[in-house]
């Protein structure tokens, strides 16, 4: 080396290598959200992206979910996208046969299906600071390379069992209504069927004439509103797809009552309390006029206010208590056997089968997100939550985590449908990304004390919501994180987070090229 080159490299810091990017935006999951996402950056010039997916389609909870009766519990009208209206929905609540269909069909007409990586698990995303990209290694040993990593695995997506003495010694056969297992036949069988949510009262009426017996076992209550089951005629289907506007009409109609309901009695339950009570007197008498025995109509009736655990509708739920073959049981499970369950009271009762309607993992480490996600500094983001609680930016960005964006992020959820969440949350993650490209840079953080102004905005706004203002203890509600915070619903009104995710100041930002 000559005596200049030699100075030269004292004067001048060696380059970094370059590590090459596959994609410039990577998306895990393929649920709705996943492919929201991926829409969106079609449609605003962004296509070079892929979605990693570890099962072997997509479509997320509409793929997973297949027990019997399942179905949306929002009106389909607007538990759809917004670009793509389906004038052939069978009925204002569409089934998860049709939901599925509609999702592959988003997919094929929008060009998602070319992005998909199936049989591709994440176990960890990290950020490498030195070249500025996320580095992603999946279960089975691929990595990728990205400069935008988008996080889009839900939150209704890890089974959660219950936790009981001796479930493991059961020697019939085990089955979460998340995973339904249709070889199995269960006519003529004692079933023991754990939960009495959103998921139990669709597949409790559809199961019952099958099984001998059938034990319901109830920890909490849900509220449950009348439900008038709306089959769409082929005459309304032919007005929604001819009538200029007919569908988008609909759609708009329902919107706002769905989300007047949650928004008033959710976030601005300090002042419409008074409608959570009138909804709860209803409830009670739905309750009454279709359970004959008086003891199992108080047994159902919720302890806890109108909106601190998920509500619903039913028509079909309730009636089956009248029926000789099927039992409310609401005393504690101690134990289970090889072939019973017992409860505390001492009683056994034998089983062939159990079914456990018992949810999901919400909000717990490995939940959300389902893999391992490290940022600046390695920092996990699961500790960063840890030890700051469940925060984000408008829901979507976390300090320290440049060029990451969550589908749903903490406090992202403002309307009824999920639709509203994917249109909001996948607009900021693409105003960020043109941005930097406008800006030539490759950069993009949200400043800390941007973050922690928003927080201090939504953690102020709470204390108007029924978490805080409702009689909850007893609700055992998914809503309520290890925390006692409720990170799912933003304490707003849906038309200003949309409005908020299109003009947010950017000034928020740190974009750059590095």
């Not at 500025?132 to 390379?145: E, F, I, K, L, P």
């Not at 359970?291 to 089956?320: H, N, W």
């Not at 992202?412 to 999920?418: H, I, K, L, P």
């Not at 960020?432 to 800390?448: D, Q």
């Amino acid at each position: 080396m000559s005596e200049a080159t030699l100075q030269q490299a004292l004067e001048y810091p060696a380059k970094k290598e370059k590590l090459d990017i596959d994609y410039e935006t990577l998306i895990i999951g393929s649920g709705l959200s996943g492919i929201g996402a991926g829409i969106r950056l079609i449609k605003e010039g962004c296509p070079d992206f892929i979605i990693l997916e570890k099962a072997d389609d997509l479509g997320g909870t509409w793929r997973d979910n297949t027990y019997p009766g399942l179905a949306v519990d929002v009106p389909s009208l607007s538990y759809s996208f917004s670009f793509e209206q389906n004038p052939n929905w069978s009925s204002l609540y569409a089934s998860g046969v049709e939901m599925k269909n509609y999702v592959d069909h988003c997919a094929q007409k929008y060009g998602i299906r070319p992005h998909m990586r199936y049989n591709a698990e994440v176990e960890e995303s990290s950020f490498d600071e030195e070249h500025n990209v996320w580095v992603t290694r999946t279960t089975a040993g691929d990595t990728y390379v990205s400069r935008f990593l988008v996080s889009a695995t839900g939150f209704l997506t890890v089974p959660k069992l219950p936790i009981i003495d001796g479930i493991e010694t059961f020697k019939g056969k085990v089955m979460h209504t998340g995973r339904w297992d249709h070889s199995y036949d269960m006519t003529g069988k004692r079933v023991g069927f754990i939960g009495t949510g959103a998921t139990g009262i669709q597949a409790v009426p559809e199961i019952v004439d099958e099984c001998k017996t059938l034990d319901i076992y109830q920890r909490t209550p849900i509220w449950l509103l009348p439900k008038k089951e709306m089959p769409f005629s082929e005459r309304t289907q032919e007005i929604f797809a001819t009538v200029p506007g007919a569908q988008w009409l609909a759609r708009l109609v329902m919107m706002f009552f769905t989300d007047i309901v949650m928004i008033n009695l959710l976030v601005y339950n300090k002042y419409f309390s008074f409608a959570g009570k009138k909804l709860q007197d209803l409830c009670i008498d739905h309750i009454r006029n279709q359970v004959d025995d008086p003891a199992t109509q108080e047994a159902l009736i919720p302890k806890y206010d109108f909106g601190c655990k998920r509500p619903s509708f039913t028509s079909k739920f309730y009636p089956v208590f009248n029926r000789d073959d099927t039992n409310l049981v609401t005393d504690p499970i101690e134990r289970i056997t090889e072939n019973a369950i017992v409860t505390k009271d001492g009683t056994v009762r034998e089983i062939d089968m159990l079914i456990c309607a018992t949810g999901f993992e919400v909000f717990q480490k490995g939940s959300v997100p389902t893999y391992c996600v490290k940022g600046k500094g390695d920092l996990d983001l699961s500790d960063f939550w840890e030890n700051n609680r469940y925060q984000a930016y408008s829901g979507s960005t976390v300090p320290r985590f440049p060029n990451f964006f969550l589908m749903f992020g903490p406090y992202s959820v403002c309307t009824a449908s999920w639709f509203g969440m994917i249109d909001t949350q996948s607009k900021h993650l693409v105003r960020c990304i043109k941005e930097a490209k406008k800006r030539n840079a490759n950069y993009v953080e949200i400043k800390e004390s941007a973050n922690e102004k928003d927080f201090k905005k939504v953690v102020a706004r709470t204390r108007s919501t029924i978490f805080k203002t409702g009689d909850c203890a007893r609700s055992n509600s998914y809503y309520f994180d290890r925390h006692g915070d409720s990170p799912t619903i933003r304490p707003t009104m849906g038309f200003l987070h949309w409005f908020n995710t299109r003009f947010f100041s950017m000034k928020n930002y740190i974009i750059e090229n590095r």
